[in-house]
């Protein structure tokens, strides 16, 4: 069962980071990195920095969502990813070291899998290089291992109490910009824009950061209802 985890998601995960590197190398897309980015938050309630590193599970534990704070218009692509039992080390590298982006300081996710050998039923420890950046995050154990290949549905995992991580399919070089959130006790309404875009025919992940008005309880159920720009319907969020 686990090796069918990692051969299914390797493609999908080699299809993100080719967006990935797409949306790093233009600052005047239309879609970011993250469409709607929370405002700077960190799980200690402190502004973040540069330095802060937060990740979210998804897609059922198949892969997982990799958070850095840095321009919002140059998102950094996964370079490597391996594990030492229940440690798993990913490389994030800058696309093109000559880009120019913008200097603002926002919330950005780099998507990778989790490898085979890891089992996501026990508590997972992450550590991130980036640059000159190492830091830790952790991922808490999830209540049983994703049964077989992705079904490519939406999945949402949270990097932080007011922040979260939706993974969605479709082409590569539109990927969703949220229009609003409105946020309730068990869950938040997500709409997306409608757009006229041209968009490639491949099917790609797509991760968008969703932020909050209000942080969620860690004991807290929390669902997201999808709107608009062909996505609906609910998707829980994984803690």
Request: charged share 20%.
């Amino acid at each position: 069962m686990k090796s069918t985890r990692i051969l299914h998601t390797t493609s999908a995960l080699a299809a993100g980071v080719l967006l990935m590197a797409g949306l790093a190398g233009c600052a005047q897309s239309p879609a970011g990195p993250a469409s709607s980015a929370p405002a700077p938050t960190s799980t200690s309630g402190s502004s973040p920095d540069a330095g802060d590193v937060e990740v979210a599970w998804l897609d059922e534990g198949r892969s997982f969502a990799v958070v850095t704070y840095g321009s919002s218009t140059c998102v950094p692509q996964m370079q490597s990813v391996s594990s030492d039992g229940q440690t798993v080390e990913v490389t994030l590298a800058d696309v093109d070291q000559e880009a120019a982006c913008t200097s603002d300081l926002a919330p950005r996710a780099s998507l990778s899998v989790m490898p085979v050998e890891v089992d996501v039923t026990k508590d997972v420890e992450v550590k991130v290089v980036y640059g000159d950046l190492t830091d830790d995050a952790e991922l808490d154990a999830l209540p049983a291992e994703p049964a077989g290949a992705t079904s490519m549905k939406p999945s949402a995992g949270w990097f932080d109490d007011s922040g979260i991580a939706l993974l969605t399919w479709g082409s590569s070089s539109c990927p969703p910009i949220v229009s609003g959130v409105e946020q309730s006790d068990a869950g938040a309404t997500v709409t997306f824009a409608e757009s006229d875009r041209v968009c490639t025919m491949d099917m790609a992940p797509r991760v968008t950061l969703i932020g909050l008005e209000q942080p969620v309880d860690d004991d807290a159920a929390f669902a997201l209802t999808l709107t608009g720009d062909n996505l609906s319907g609910t998707v829980d969020v994984m803690r």
